[in-house]
C-alpha cells in the first residue's frame, strides 16, 4: 500500500503529542529476557504484551493498563491500573 504524502502529514501530526520509542537491540533483549522469564514461572504472555512490558521497563516508565493480570509475572515492572489501585 502507498501512502502519499498528504496521509504522512496526517499521520506525523497525529503522532506528534506522542513520544515514538523506536525499537533496538537492547528492547529486543528486554523482550527475550521477559519472555523467559514469564514462562519459567509458567505463565504465558502475549507476544504483543511482552512488547509493551519491555518498553516500559527498559525506559524506566510505569506501564498504564487495564490488564495487571497480563504484566504481574514481570519482575521490576511497575504498573498501573484500576485493579492495581484498588489493593492500596
Known amino acids: 500500500m502507498k501512502v502519499g504524502?498528504?496521509?504522512?502529514?496526517?499521520?506525523?501530526?497525529?503522532?506528534a503529542p506522542y513520544a515514538v520509542i523506536n525499537s533496538s537491540r537492547e528492547l529486543a533483549h528486554t523482550w527475550a529476557a521477559i519472555r523467559s522469564q514469564v514462562m519459567q514461572t509458567g505463565h504465558h504472555i502475549d507476544t504483543a504484551d511482552c512488547w509493551i512490558?519491555?518498553?516500559?521497563?527498559?525506559h524506566g516508565i510505569p506501564l498504564l493498563t487495564h490488564n495487571h493480570d497480563h504484566f504481574e509475572y514481570i519482575n521490576g515492572l511497575t504498573t498501573i491500573s484500576e485493579q492495581s489501585q484498588q489493593t492500596e
Open 5 to 15: 504524502p498528504h496521509r504522512r502529514a496526517q499521520l506525523a501530526a497525529f503522532l
Open 53 to 58: 512490558a519491555a518498553t516500559a521497563l527498559l
